[in-house]
């Protein structure tokens, strides 16, 4: 994390706008504060990635809210290049804003310089591959940039910065460390998968109940039944769980739900975008 905080900051001063990937499922816990910390002084543009996999309204919720506070924000799915235009559009604006004020003072015009940073699982190989088109040509060797520091031509107008190291947000709030547990950014083998899978599905009944039951064919006279009992809260969980695989025929021997396959099950299923498309975090919140 040290090494890759000191790249960054060594490159910063080669490039005029930098993009920052979040995931759109979870905008808040896939930033990471110390890179704000560390971009404050440059232009910024964040883009929501992931954006199939995010309920459309948030969307456009947080698009809001980001641009309210003074941050180009641009809604995109990598991996099926939607938005990606619109990131070209917000970089030629700002390579023009640049370029009056180089004019103004009697330079000449050049190209916008740009860095992607964001931390892992985000999307951003992806985005990066879709922008850049891969077969983009190498701007080469720059003055003041090592031979380590890979440039690529986007288009005559916008030079991307191959990305640097990526940086983890520190993990000091357990919201922010189960939201990156849930869509995988945290690997299933460091927490406990039925802790993780239990609060997960914990949120569904909450938030989605919906879509929840109808991924599982859960009868709502059964959900409804169970969320209308005088059950614990933690009771109730534990019963849709094992509702869940009853349906999905995770059972061991003597007729024991499997509760490690069932988490494995729902995670593996809201990655995927099987529960349809759910947000996690709000403007609002």
């Known amino acids: 994390m040290v090494k890759a905080k000191k790249q960054i900051m060594e490159d910063l001063k080669l490039i005029d706008v930098a993009i920052e990937i979040l995931d759109a499922r979870i905008p808040v816990s896939s930033r990471n504060l110390e890179i704000e910390e560390i971009l404050k002084e440059k232009q910024k543009i964040f883009v929501l990635n992931k954006s199939d996999l995010a309920d459309e309204k948030s969307n456009q919720k947080w698009k809001q ?4 506070n003074g941050i180009r924000t641009v809604i995109t799915d990598s991996n099926t290049g939607k938005g990606i235009p619109e990131v070209i559009q917000e ?20 190209a916008v310089r740009t860095m992607i940073v964001g931390i892992p699982n985000v999307g951003k190989s992806s985005f990066i591959n879709r922008i850049s088109k891969k077969t983009s040509a190498q701007v080469g060797n720059k003055p003041g940039v090592t031979k380590q520091k890979q440039w690529i031509r986007v288009n005559q107008n916008i030079e991307l910065l191959d990305t640097p190291g990526v940086l983890w947000p520190k993990l000091d709030q357990e919201k922010i460390a189960l939201h990156l547990s849930y869509t995988g950014t945290i690997k299933d083998e460091i927490l406990p998968t039925i802790d993780i899978g239990y609060q997960f599905i914990q949120r569904l009944k909450n938030d989605y109940p919906e879509q929840f039951m109808a991924r599982y064919r859960i009868e709502k006279e059964r959900f409804d039944q169970i969320e209308k009992s005088n059950l614990e809260e933690a009771e109730k969980v534990m019963e849709l769980m094992n509702e869940v695989g009853k349906k999905r025929g995770a059972i061991v021997s003597g007729g024991e739900v499997d509760l490690e396959k069932v988490a494995n099950l729902v995670l593996d299923d809201f990655r995927k975008g099987k529960l349809g498309r759910i947000t996690l975090e709000q403007p609002n919140q």
């Not at 809210?65 to 309210?68: A, G, L, Q, R």
């Open 65 to 68: 809210y980001f641009e309210e």
């Open 91 to 110: 970089l030629e604006k700002i390579r023009a804003k640049q370029n009056r004020e180089l004019e103004e003072k009697g330079r000449t015009g050049k």
